[in-house]
């Protein structure tokens, strides 16, 4: 079974990589790291390298593909190549999934019409805009169509799939295997939680250099 | 503020990459990925490159070391080079930490000597070989040193790092930011709560290709 993760300058590291650490523990499952062009793509913050082994031209039937967000997923929503070859998968796949604002390119690519999906909580007007129906929770199905809030909610959202393809007696395994029993020190993780000055201060810091 | 991540065929991709996405959040730090060797690492499950940036002897300084886990740690537990450079960086940093079994290369280095520290819960009897008094919490401090249980363990450890690095209100503000309120589809995350016969199955995987 292929996996697609679409990797890209600009990406956010974890929200590729909480996905990859699940999913490629999936009995059978292949993951794939595909960029527009094979080669090393940097994060967002310019520290760290990863290799995307194939170009997206290379893996034209993916099972399941996955799009990351981060401020590089911005300029393919205006990319031709990249949505042409989102839309083409999606055709062809199992599940359509993305993490923060990977939702973005699904939604630029016109796979969120009238669908229920979320992002980044500093992005979900932006999902309405694009035809979707924004909804405010940390993992959304609609459909084959799986979309995952801000960054670490891929590793919830992975789960789950890991548990719709190989049942939830393996997801049960990966999520002891990976020990995946958080203890955040602190309770700020969404802006339902977190004090007005940390909201305002991520969505100034977000919408400057959009994640 | 430097913090060098160790990287090396064979890690755990998570392991490394939770805690650079929420320390490279932190002002005024520079994350930056070393090799023992410069170059392209591949993960334990072969389908991911990471780059290493820099060779461990051109980052001789580092405030915070983080040593990752995965199959390709233990090798490092016997390689006189990497275990020098971890003595040595030990001895000038402000924190030195690790995830998953990358606490084993700490015990080798003979940095765990009398202290409490964690690992991936089916390694806690090596950890007690290795002269460490083992403690199976999810993050646990001794002095400068810090280590943090498998895998996922890594995010909780560096968030509440990002704290003794910047307040408290610093590491708030990067749990909203990357929406870490984790929401686990399952509850079996930790050998606490997990079925006996998936406990001994990872144990049994684990300790084939160990992790």
Chains 1, 2 share one sequence.
Not at 16 to 32: D, H, T
Not at 33 to 46: A, L
Not at 180 to 209: Q, V
Request: charged share 20%.
């Amino acid at each position: 079974m292929q996996i697609a993760i679409l990797i890209f300058d600009g990406l956010t590291a974890l929200d590729a990589i909480g996905p990859y650490e699940v999913l490629s523990r999936v009995p059978g499952a292949e993951v794939r790291f595909v960029g527009k062009q094979q080669g090393p793509k940097r994060t967002d913050t310019g520290d760290l390298g990863l290799e995307a082994d194939l170009a997206i031209s290379e893996l034209p039937r993916p099972e399941v593909v996955l799009i990351p967000g981060g401020a590089g997923s911005r300029p393919l929503m205006e990319d031709p190549e990249v949505l042409d070859w989102v839309r083409a998968v999606h055709g062809d796949s199992t599940w359509t999934t993305s993490v923060c604002t990977g939702a973005l390119v699904l939604g630029a690519a016109g796979i969120l019409d009238g669908k229920r999906a979320t992002t980044h909580w500093a992005f979900l007007d932006r999902l309405a805009q694009l035809g979707a129906e924004p909804v405010a929770e940390r993992v959304v199905e609609d459909g084959k169509v799986v979309t995952a809030a801000g960054v670490s909610a891929g590793i919830d959202m992975a789960l789950t799939l890991a548990g719709r393809l190989a049942g939830d007696q393996v997801a049960q395994a990966i999520q002891l295997g990976i020990e995946y029993d958080p203890e955040p020190p602190f309770d700020t993780g969404s802006p339902a939680k977190a004090p007005s000055e940390l909201i305002e201060l991520i969505r100034s810091m977000e919408r400057g250099t959009p994640n």
